[in-house]
């Protein structure tokens, strides 16, 4: 499972915890512009715009789990199952998409949210897997610019595309309940609350975060959007980038997966693998791995020339500044 979050600052971010049970060997991918991206039942693009992203490459192709483009538009895939549908039949007026290829054509493509929606419009995603080792995954899919969000859900009743006005996603159930299930929770407040209890019956506080009982703290999809969204809406900016970027790394710890509180069907542990935070203006990668703490950094560098995907792996060794 995963939650994926936006955040509007002194510049303007985009990122993601991945939640899995085990680690893909993700490592930071860079596409650069000349890369030629090839697709099952497209024209293949070349001379697009360039990318980075976190994802695996596979015979030479980049598997991207969530990226940013030149322009700043950003999208990441989360994990939706059992409401995911892939079309087994071709569309006649239609882009034939797979799923592992939707993230590079949208991102290879557009420049904004609205080029992107338009884009989507014109997508049928098809049930064609990358290979036998690597079947498709049930997902939805977060897009993003500096400005607006959208959310697109592939489900038996068709393709759906939603304005997201929060700029949260996690998993199940789809996004027009999470968002309908937020009313539940129109009583929550960072301040501390009145006494609505009783007239008669002079209650005190102890303490502060009084208003905020009530906010779910338990890891199911559901309470992780309610949580995120909590957080995130109710956040201070920084004065600098760099408090920014910490502060959104301090908003997705709110909803971490801690390895031990939670098992699979198939008794793993799930935990947050990685956790990252795009700078949409810097078209700057920040991360971190479960087993790394410490802040990494990698920017695209936009080489019109070169043809060559360009991998940075993940540094999984925890990095302590010892001072004696």
Same mark, same amino acid.
């Given at each position: 499972?995963c939650?994926?979050?936006?955040?509007?600052?002194n510049?303007?971010?985009?990122?993601?915890?991945?939640?899995l049970d085990?680690?893909?060997?993700?490592?930071?991918?860079?596409?650069p512009?000349?890369?030629?991206f090839k697709f099952r039942r @497209? %024209? *293949? #693009?070349?001379?697009?715009?360039a990318?980075? !992203?976190?994802? +695996?490459?596979? =015979?030479?192709y980049?598997?991207?789990?969530?990226?940013?483009?030149?322009?700043?538009?950003?999208m990441?895939g989360?994990?939706f199952?059992?409401n995911?549908?892939?079309?087994?039949?071709l569309g006649?007026?239609?882009?034939?998409i797979t799923p592992?290829?939707?993230?590079?054509w949208?991102?290879?493509?557009?420049?904004?949210?609205n080029?992107?929606?338009k884009?989507?419009?014109r997508i049928?995603?098809?049930?064609i897997?990358?290979s036998?080792?690597?079947?498709?995954a049930g997902?939805?899919?977060?897009?993003t610019?500096r @400005? %607006? *969000? #959208?959310?697109v859900e592939?489900?038996k009743? !068709?393709?759906? +595309?939603?304005? =997201?006005p929060?700029?949260v996603?996690?998993?199940?159930?789809?996004f027009?309940?999470?968002?309908?299930?937020?009313n539940?929770y129109?009583?929550?407040?960072?301040?501390?609350?009145?006494?609505?209890f009783?007239?008669s019956?002079n209650?005190?506080v102890?303490?502060?975060?009084?208003?905020?009982i009530g906010?779910p703290g338990?890891?199911?999809?559901?309470?992780?959007?309610?949580?995120?969204a909590?957080?995130?809406?109710?956040s201070?900016?920084g004065?600098t980038?760099?408090?920014?970027?910490t502060q959104?790394?301090?908003i997705l710890?709110?909803?971490?997966?801690?390895?031990?509180?939670?098992?699979?069907?198939s008794?793993?542990e799930?935990y947050?693998v990685?956790?990252?935070?795009y700078?949409?203006?810097?078209k700057?990668?920040?991360?971190t791995t479960?087993?790394?703490?410490?802040?990494?950094?990698?920017?695209l560098?936009k080489?019109?020339?070169?043809?060559?995907?360009?991998?940075?792996?993940?540094?999984r060794?925890?990095?302590?500044?010892?001072?004696?």
């Amino acid at each position: 499972m995963c939650t994926a979050i936006t955040l509007n600052g002194n510049n303007n971010y985009f990122g993601r915890n991945l939640d899995l049970d085990f680690s893909y060997g993700e490592e930071v991918i860079i596409t650069p512009a000349e890369y030629e991206f090839k697709f099952r039942r @497209e %024209k *293949s #693009i070349r001379n697009h715009k360039a990318l980075i !992203g976190v994802g +695996i490459i596979v =015979n030479d192709y980049p598997l991207y789990f969530d990226a940013i483009n030149e322009d700043g538009l950003g999208m990441a895939g989360l994990n939706f199952p059992g409401n995911a549908y892939y079309d087994d039949t071709l569309g006649n007026d239609k882009n034939n998409i797979t799923p592992f290829e939707f993230i590079p054509w949208i991102l290879s493509q557009c420049s904004n949210v609205n080029e992107a929606r338009k884009l989507v419009e014109r997508i049928n995603l098809i049930n064609i897997s990358f290979s036998e080792q690597l079947p498709l995954a049930g997902l939805h899919w977060l897009i993003t610019d500096r @400005e %607006k *969000s #959208i959310v697109v859900e592939a489900t038996k009743e !068709g393709l759906h +595309i939603y304005d =997201n006005p929060i700029g949260v996603l996690t998993n199940n159930p789809e996004f027009n309940y999470q968002m309908y299930n937020l009313n539940k929770y129109r009583s929550l407040s960072i301040s501390t609350p009145q006494n609505t209890f009783s007239d008669s019956v002079n209650l005190q506080v102890d303490g502060t975060g009084f208003g905020g009982i009530g906010l779910p703290g338990d890891v199911s999809p559901e309470s992780r959007f309610v949580r995120a969204a909590f957080s995130k809406l109710n956040s201070s900016k920084g004065m600098t980038v760099e408090e920014d970027i910490t502060q959104f790394f301090h908003i997705l710890e709110t909803v971490e997966q801690i390895k031990g509180v939670n098992k699979t069907e198939s008794g793993h542990e799930e935990y947050t693998v990685y956790s990252n935070c795009y700078d949409l203006d810097s078209k700057t990668l920040y991360y971190t791995t479960y087993e790394n703490r410490q802040i990494v950094a990698v920017t695209l560098n936009k080489n019109k020339k070169d043809n060559k995907l360009i991998a940075y792996p993940f540094k999984r060794v925890q990095e302590i500044n010892k001072l004696n």
